[in-house]
């Protein structure tokens, strides 16, 4: 206890109980924060495994109104985010032709490695292709490279 110069008596903290506190808050950061990046990572894998269930089901189906022909890689977007004909022919509003979809709102954007943030479509990398489409076969990728893994060493571009 100190005496101020009224002559009342003060409490404050000690340098000692100071540095206690600071070292305790160290140590919980210390805790926490891997655990809450490891919770982002995952998140951001899981994101993507789910991206793909959605892409490849959302092609599934346009394979199976459109007499088994898969979308065209120049119409990829429209064809599964408007309304289609049998042939794939795409409008903006559902008339008695165009009967088919959409199958999806907007295409979503890749969640992890470089090209993260991305939503185009192609046949090959490009900067601003988030999925690689193969339009023969109706296979879709993220655009990662190699290098670029998830957690437990496996490649995003395998998923």
């Not at 990572?41 to 189906?61: G, H, P, T």
Request: glycine letters at 8%; hydrophobic letters at 40%.
């Amino acid at each position: 206890m100190h005496a101020n110069a009224l002559g009342r008596r003060t409490r404050g903290f000690s340098l000692v109980e100071l540095v206690i506190v600071i070292v305790i808050i160290g140590i919980i950061a210390a805790v926490a924060v891997p655990r809450m990046s490891r919770a982002n990572v995952a998140a951001s894998e899981n994101s993507l495994r789910s991206n793909l269930r959605v892409l490849r089901s959302a092609i599934d189906l346009f394979r199976a109104e459109h007499n088994d022909s898969l979308p065209a890689l120049a119409k990829f977007t429209e064809q599964l985010t408007t309304y289609s004909d049998v042939e794939g022919g795409v409008s903006a509003t559902k008339t008695g032709d165009y009967i088919f979809g959409p199958y999806l709102r907007a295409l979503p954007t890749l969640p992890v490695g470089s090209r993260q943030g991305q939503s185009g479509v192609a046949a090959a990398d490009a900067a601003t292709i988030g999925w690689i489409y193969d339009a023969t076969t109706g296979n879709i990728i993220a655009n990662c490279k190699d290098s670029e893994t998830d957690s437990r060493g496996v490649k995003f571009n395998t998923y």
